[in-house]
Nanobody
Framework: QAQLVESGGGAVQSGGSLTLSCTIS????????VGWYRQAPGKQREEVAT???????NILDGVKGRFTISRDNDMNTIYLQMNSLKPEDTAVYYC??????????WGQGTQVTVSS
């Protein structure tokens, strides 16, 4: 059973920055892809950024140019650098990992609140 432990959420003003971290048990390369989702109140969970085992990233259009996903293979950790934050980025952010057989694992979620 995979364990995903997130950190780095918090409250910032519009235009501010935050970096989320997620340490993933078993090694990043065990998974087909790892990344971040978010869920705002009353909305469905959406994929924000994913990085595949090949290193290829996929970023949600609405955050391109502001958010960057990266990984540290030695530390089994992925990061989401979020710049120029907007109030609409307010959500609970979840770390996600998908095994090669399609099994999904989730972190506990970390709150990001952006005030105007």
């Amino acid at each position: 059973q995979a364990q995903l432990v997130e950190s780095g959420g918090g409250a910032v003003q519009s235009g501010g920055s935050l970096t989320l971290s997620c340490t993933i048990s078993g090694g990043i390369f065990r998974y087909r892809n790892v990344g971040w989702y978010r869920q705002a109140p009353g909305k469905q969970r959406e994929e924000v950024a994913t990085i595949f085992a090949t290193g290829l990233p996929n970023i949600l259009d609405g955050v391109k140019g502001r958010f960057t996903i990266s990984r540290d293979n030695d530390m089994n950790t992925i990061y989401l650098q979020m710049n120029s934050l907007k109030p609409e980025d307010t959500a609970v952010y979840y770390c996600h990992a998908r095994e090669r057989d399609g099994s999904d694992y989730w972190g506990q979620g970390t709150q990001v609140t952006v005030s105007s």
